[in-house]
């Protein structure tokens, strides 16, 4: 089972920083690292690389650092990584993400299942997965909770939504967008960080994979960012104290008389 | 460009009923389709649907229905489901389609963009026309909720956009609101999928925390499982779905359908109660929306007070049973008032 995972990295969340004058992340200094969600679908990739056999392999499209994401995929056990990176591909949207990520899946060629995070934490959208499975004409199958088996080319899924989990019978090739549910992500051990050291990544750019320039990048991106702004979570905590038996008692006096005059009791 | 007019809200249903997703995507549309002045579309693929709830959808503001019925679409599948949507835009070219962001949009709307070459914007909290222009002005927060970022898509259309599930009201329903009801036949052809729904396990205690009115959530404050469990009661007493920070989530104490934050649910209830939460970032990017914020936590510095309406600052053991008990007895003596007032 040749399994193709495409990451992204992203800056570490905890450390996020605003520029206050101009609402735009101050992105100095920021510690980048691999996607929190993509890591359940990585380690899928590789409990079904250990069960069926065949090869793993990390894609990620960004700047030239994107790389470390790929080695820290390959110390965790995945058998490759392939860097997308051009200046052509910088502002892309969604929409222009999806294109290049299934021209270069295309360019590889011989794959039986894409297994993307359900999101990334930066840009929060969830649509590049799907987007890629429409590229490439395959079955998309999303919000995968639970991986049960695989058998007469046939995956068995659950599949979580709004109200309890659906079982799926999903054929090869397909894509799937996994939740944290899928997985419990194993750290990289030594010798897999020996390996990522050495690992060679190919990087690949928009003539590469034969991407049309009108496409890919800004230029190819359907939507626009027109404005940024921070929104202000202006609120006036009252606090109360509650370190004895008479405090505790007028704490949660005060907190019902709240409920009650916001009528949330 | 100015071939495609209307606005489309994209229904949904299960089993035959509209969902209320439905109801809260046609305040948006009704909005949208009165400043273009054009016609609200609701859009739906299922089978066997309810005429009374078809009939509902005008009530609540649908100048038409647009009806692709076949046994095939019953169960949400992404191909089936985006051929048959592909083939409706086609035909009538709307400027814009709007769809909830949950589990069946949040598929459906990429892979069809892709198909239209049309822009997407996910998860939209604010939807606008741009004066002039008359584009669609989507307006969504990204980077767990530190930025909002307003989008358009000045040239590709449709302008289509996702919106979070309880972000507006459903609209009112005016008994006697008439439309048109089109029924558009599926061809056969459009049905094949790699997928088929073998199975569906019914999961109430995953039961969407993003649709409750109040969450009550817990967090490493409270230490054991079995400690955890105060959470539930609170939740019962405040009819309150239960929620979770990613370390409760991560200790086992409950699972991760129930987990708010970044890499878990994003809900904007009237109430969230957090307890033993410290409030990481990742946390508050699922929850700093909710109307009134609760917080009890034993540090006077926790970063949960900052985004909070009131906050007790003490030892949850201590705070906890009394809150409880004060509820209670609130509970039973509204209980007793009704019933002297009833006999």
Same mark, same amino acid.
């Given at each position: 089972?040749?399994?193709?995972?495409?990451?992204?990295?992203?800056?570490?969340?905890?450390?996020?920083?605003?520029?206050?004058?101009?609402?735009?992340?101050?992105?100095?200094?920021?510690?980048?690292?691999?996607?929190?969600?993509?890591?359940?679908?990585?380690?899928?990739?590789?409990?079904?690389?250990?069960?069926?056999?065949?090869?793993?392999?990390?894609?990620?499209?960004?700047?030239?650092?994107?790389?470390?994401?790929?080695?820290?995929?390959?110390?965790?056990?995945?058998?490759?990584?392939?860097?997308?990176?051009?200046?052509?591909?910088?502002?892309?949207?969604?929409?222009?993400?999806?294109?290049?990520?299934?021209?270069?899946?295309?360019?590889?060629?011989?794959?039986?299942?894409?297994?993307?995070?359900?999101?990334?934490?930066?840009?929060?959208?969830?649509?590049?997965?799907?987007?890629?499975?429409?590229?490439?004409?395959?079955?998309?199958?999303?919000?995968?909770?639970?991986?049960?088996?695989?058998?007469?080319?046939?995956? %068995?899924?659950?599949?979580?939504?709004?109200?309890?989990?659906?079982?799926?019978?999903?054929?090869?090739?397909?894509?799937?967008?996994?939740?944290?549910?899928?997985?419990?992500?194993?750290?990289?051990?030594?010798?897999?960080?020996?390996?990522?050291?050495?690992?060679?990544?190919?990087?690949?750019?928009?003539?590469?994979?034969?991407?049309?320039?009108?496409?890919?990048?800004?230029?190819?991106?359907?939507?626009?960012?027109?404005?940024?702004?921070?929104?202000?979570?202006?609120?006036?905590?009252?606090?109360?104290?509650?370190?004895?038996?008479?405090?505790?008692?007028?704490?949660?006096?005060?907190?019902?008389?709240?409920?009650?005059?916001?009528?949330?009791? | 460009?100015?071939?495609?007019?209307?606005?489309?809200?994209?229904?949904?249903?299960?089993?035959?009923?509209?969902?209320?997703?439905?109801?809260?995507?046609?305040?948006?549309?009704?909005?949208?389709?009165?400043?273009?002045?054009?016609?609200?579309?609701?859009?739906?693929?299922?089978?066997?649907?309810?005429?009374?709830?078809?009939?509902?959808?005008?009530?609540?503001?649908?100048?038409?229905?647009?009806?692709?019925?076949?046994?095939?679409?019953?169960?949400?599948?992404?191909?089936?489901?985006?051929?048959?949507?592909? %083939?409706?835009?086609?035909?009538?070219?709307?400027?814009?389609?709007?769809?909830?962001?949950?589990?069946?949009?949040?598929?459906?709307?990429?892979?069809?963009?892709?198909?239209?070459?049309?822009?997407?914007?996910?998860?939209?909290?604010?939807?606008?026309?741009?004066?002039?222009?008359?584009?669609?002005?989507?307006?969504?927060?990204?980077?767990?909720?530190?930025?909002?970022?307003?989008?358009?898509?000045?040239?590709?259309?449709?302008?289509?956009?996702?919106?979070?599930?309880?972000?507006? &009201?459903?609209?009112?329903?005016?008994?006697?609101?008439?439309?048109?009801?089109? &029924?558009?036949?599926?061809?056969?052809?459009?049905?094949?999928?790699?997928?088929? &729904?073998?199975?569906?396990?019914?999961?109430?205690?995953?039961?969407?925390?993003?649709?409750?009115?109040?969450?009550?959530?817990?967090?490493?404050?409270?230490?054991?499982?079995?400690?955890?469990?105060?959470?539930?009661?609170?939740?019962?007493?405040?009819?309150?779905?239960?929620?979770?920070?990613?370390?409760?989530?991560?200790?086992?104490?409950?699972?991760?359908?129930?987990?708010?934050?970044?890499?878990?649910?994003?809900?904007?209830?009237?109430?969230?109660?957090?307890?033993?939460?410290?409030?990481?970032?990742?946390?508050?990017?699922?929850?700093?929306?909710?109307?009134?914020?609760?917080?009890?936590?034993?540090?006077?510095?926790?970063?949960?007070?900052?985004?909070?309406?009131?906050?007790?600052?003490?030892?949850?053991?201590?705070?906890?049973?009394?809150?409880?008990? %004060?509820?209670?007895?609130?509970?039973?003596?509204?209980?007793?008032?009704?019933?002297?007032?009833?006999?």
């Amino acid at each position: 089972m040749n399994i193709i995972v495409p990451i992204k990295q992203v800056p570490e969340t905890n450390a996020v920083r605003m520029d206050e004058a101009t609402g735009t992340m101050i992105r100095d200094g920021v510690v980048s690292i691999i996607n929190p969600l993509d890591l359940y679908g990585i380690e899928l990739a590789i409990e079904l690389r250990e069960r069926f056999g065949g090869r793993a392999t990390a894609i990620s499209m960004g700047p030239p650092k994107a790389e470390e994401a790929l080695r820290e995929a390959i110390a965790m056990g995945l058998d490759d990584g392939i860097l997308l990176s051009d200046r052509a591909f910088a502002g892309a949207d969604t929409w222009a993400t999806a294109y290049a990520l299934s021209q270069a899946i295309r360019k590889i060629g011989d794959y039986d299942v894409i297994i993307c995070g359900e999101r990334a934490t930066d840009g929060d959208t969830g649509q590049v997965g799907p987007a890629i499975a429409a590229f490439l004409d395959l079955p998309v199958a999303s919000y995968i909770s639970k991986f049960e088996d695989f058998s007469e080319g046939q995956m %068995r899924l659950h599949r979580l939504v709004e109200d309890g989990y659906e079982i799926l019978q999903v054929g090869l090739p397909c894509v799937l967008t996994v939740v944290k549910e899928v997985s419990n992500p194993r750290l990289p051990t030594l010798r897999g960080k020996q390996k990522a050291r050495k690992a060679d990544l190919p990087v690949w750019n928009a003539a590469d994979i034969e991407a049309d320039p009108t496409l890919v990048g800004l230029k190819g991106s359907p939507t626009r960012v027109v404005k940024i702004h921070r929104p202000k979570v202006s609120r006036q905590c009252e606090k109360a104290l509650a370190n004895d038996e008479a405090s505790t008692d007028q704490a949660v006096r005060g907190l019902l008389d709240l409920l009650e005059k916001r009528e949330l009791i | 460009m100015s071939d495609y007019s209307g606005i489309w809200i994209l229904a949904e249903q299960s089993a035959g009923r509209v969902l209320g997703i439905s109801h809260e995507l046609l305040t948006r549309g009704r909005e949208l389709a009165d400043k273009r002045k054009v016609p609200l579309s609701a859009v739906l693929l299922g089978n066997n649907v309810s005429e009374a709830d078809l009939a509902e959808l005008i009530e609540r503001g649908a100048d038409q229905v647009i009806l692709a019925e076949h046994a095939e679409l019953d169960a949400f599948r992404p191909e089936p489901h985006t051929r048959v949507m592909q %083939r409706l835009v086609e035909k009538y070219h709307p400027e814009i389609i709007i769809a909830g962001a949950t589990s069946t949009g949040r598929t459906l709307m990429p892979y069809l963009a892709v198909k239209l070459h049309a822009g997407l914007t996910a998860d939209c909290t604010v939807l606008d026309i741009e004066p002039g222009t008359g584009n669609l002005l989507q307006t969504r927060p990204a980077i767990g909720g530190n930025i909002l970022a307003t989008i358009k898509t000045p040239e590709a259309r449709p302008q289509m956009a996702t919106v979070r599930p309880k972000s507006t &009201r459903p609209a009112m329903r005016q008994a006697g609101r008439t439309g048109e009801i089109i &029924r558009e036949p599926v061809a056969d052809d459009l049905l094949s999928s790699g997928i088929s &729904r073998v199975g569906f396990v019914k999961d109430e205690s995953t039961a969407n925390i993003s649709d409750a009115k109040a969450v009550v959530a817990g967090g490493r404050g409270f230490k054991t499982s079995e400690k955890f469990k105060m959470v539930y009661a609170l939740a019962d007493e405040l009819q309150a779905a239960v929620g979770a920070s990613r370390d409760a989530v991560d200790r086992a104490w409950i699972t991760y359908p129930h987990q708010v934050g970044l890499s878990g649910k994003t809900v904007t209830p009237g109430l969230y109660v957090a307890i033993g939460i410290s409030g990481a970032i990742q946390h508050l990017a699922g929850m700093q929306t909710a109307e009134t914020v609760v917080a009890i936590n034993n540090d006077p510095d926790a970063m949960i007070f900052s985004v909070a309406d009131y906050g007790i600052v003490g030892d949850l053991s201590e705070v906890m049973p009394v809150l409880l008990e %004060r509820l209670r007895e609130r509970r039973e003596a509204g209980a007793s008032q009704s019933e002297e007032a009833g006999g």
